[in-house]
């Protein structure tokens, strides 16, 4: 029986096929390339590899390649019987993350519980766009924070991932000290793109500008120059360069160079939502955002989310419609939320409605409305996942309009 790199049983037919899923459970936790070619590998070894079929679909979904993550998932489910016991309870929860089970998150608890050194299952649940994070639970950085504390014992004292997952919430709560102190370690182990995003996102809680973009700018031009991480953290450097005072053309011309997702199209939640909330703070910031730029936004939109009911997506749309600001498409996106919030009465998607209608009342400069609508919701956007520079577009806007309405 072959192990993986936590001492974990794999149930495949050659050390071949073992090392390939290795590798490629290591480069999906790297963030720097998707680990598709290694974990395609290992079935090329070992066609019957169970958890390897898992694995690879998570990444192919995550990666936007969605017509080909249904057929694996269907051969992991198929091939359960020849697996341990840790891998068919894996399967179960990858299947249950990747349809969208409302179970997924307490399959994956259980799990963990029973076997705490299961990074794969483990990296499903923690992090902005986890399990946790997208459970409407408010208090889930914090939940994220004490899990992990929890683990500590299950991993070695030198694992980078760990670390830097650690540093990344210890910064999402405001423990900037612990944020740093596991930063700098993961990094001294490992200086990949994960452990680059856990630094980024310090700089900005920290605010710490110059030191932030002295960073990007440094590990942009080495080791990030083919990194998966690439297109987010050019997105912190305009965040950063946002904060200095530099003019909306100049990160127009940065989203034209490095954002578009005809030139860096990693994973295309990141690159949605990135795009979509730079696009909104220029908005924010006077610059009009040309038309077809707003549009082919949209349409990214309609490609990879073409139906609502993803939050974290679903605000990104309301941003991009409200850029644009085409009254037949706010009308449809807002009658639509609406209906879903009728539905079904979470207090989310009560928010999003209230989101939807906030921004429109925004961009037609009726800025009493737009406080009106947003003032009862920003906090609740904690229930939207992702970082907290992710949602502070959320809070933005608001002091915009509250300021429009002072002056």
């Known amino acids: 029986m072959f192990k993986d790199n936590y001492d974990l049983q794999l149930s495949c037919s050659s050390a071949a096929a073992g090392a390939a899923y290795i590798a490629g459970v290591d480069q999906s936790l790297r963030?720097?390339?998707?680990?598709?070619?290694?974990?395609?590998?290992?079935?090329?070894?070992?066609?019957?590899?169970?958890?390897?079929?898992?694995?690879?679909?998570?990444?192919?979904q995550i990666h936007g390649f969605s017509t080909e993550v249904a057929g694996h998932l269907q051969q992991a489910v198929a091939l359960k019987p020849t697996a341990t016991q840790r891998e068919q309870s894996?399967?179960?929860?990858?299947?249950?993350?990747?349809?969208?089970?409302?179970?997924?998150?307490?399959?994956?608890?259980?799990?963990?519980?029973?076997f705490p050194r299961d990074v794969l299952v483990l990296a499903h649940v923690i992090g902005p766009f986890g399990l946790l994070a997208f459970s409407g639970d408010p208090a889930w950085r914090e939940e994220n924070v004490v899990l992990l504390k929890a683990l500590e014992s299950s991993f070695p004292a030198d694992d980078w991932w760990y670390l830097s997952s650690r540093s990344f919430l210890a910064s999402e709560v405001g423990d900037l000290t612990g944020a740093r102190s596991f930063a700098e370690h993961a990094w001294r182990l490992s200086e990949n793109g994960n452990c680059a995003h856990s630094w980024a996102h310090l700089h900005f809680e920290e605010g710490a500008i110059d030191d932030g973009m002295s960073f990007i700018k440094e590990?942009?031009?080495?080791?990030?120059?083919?990194?998966?991480?690439?297109?987010?953290?050019?997105?912190?450097?305009?965040?950063?360069l946002r904060e200095t005072g530099a003019a909306t053309s100049e990160l127009m011309s940065l989203y034209e160079r490095e954002l578009d997702p005809r030139i860096n199209d990693p994973m295309p939640l990141s690159t949605f939502s990135d795009n979509a909330a730079l696009l909104w703070r220029c908005k924010l910031s006077g610059l009009e955002v040309p038309n077809s730029v707003a549009q082919d936004l949209i349409?990214?939109?309609?490609?990879?989310?073409?139906?609502?009911?993803f939050s974290f997506a679903d605000i990104h749309r309301?941003?991009?419609?409200?850029?644009?600001?085409?009254?037949?498409?706010?009308?449809a996106l807002i009658g639509e939320l609406s209906q879903m919030a009728v539905s079904s009465g979470t207090p989310l998607a009560e928010a999003m409605v209230a989101y939807a209608e906030g921004f429109r009342a925004f961009v037609d400069q009726?800025?009493?409305?737009?406080?009106?609508?947003l003032k009862p919701v920003v906090l609740d956007s904690v229930l939207l996942g992702g970082s907290n520079p992710q949602r502070g577009v959320i809070e933005e806007t608001y002091q915009a309009a509250l300021t429009a309405v002072n002056h």
Request: net charge negative; charged share 25%; aromatic share 6%.
């Open 31 to 60: 963030l720097d390339h998707p680990g598709i070619a290694e974990l395609e590998c290992a079935l090329g070894e070992d066609p019957e590899f169970a958890l390897a079929h898992a694995a690879l679909a998570r990444q192919l």
């Open 90 to 114: 894996a399967i179960d929860v990858i299947v249950a993350a990747a349809t969208f089970e409302d179970g997924a998150l307490g399959k994956a608890q259980e799990h963990i519980e029973k």
């Open 219 to 240: 590990w942009a031009a080495t080791a990030g120059t083919e990194s998966d991480m690439r297109h987010h953290l050019i997105w912190h450097l305009a965040l950063l």
């Open 299 to 309: 349409d990214y939109a309609n490609k990879h989310y073409p139906r609502l009911g």
């Open 318 to 331: 309301v941003m991009s419609v409200s850029i644009l600001n085409d009254a037949m498409q706010q009308d």
């Open 366 to 373: 009726d800025f009493a409305t737009a406080v009106e609508r």
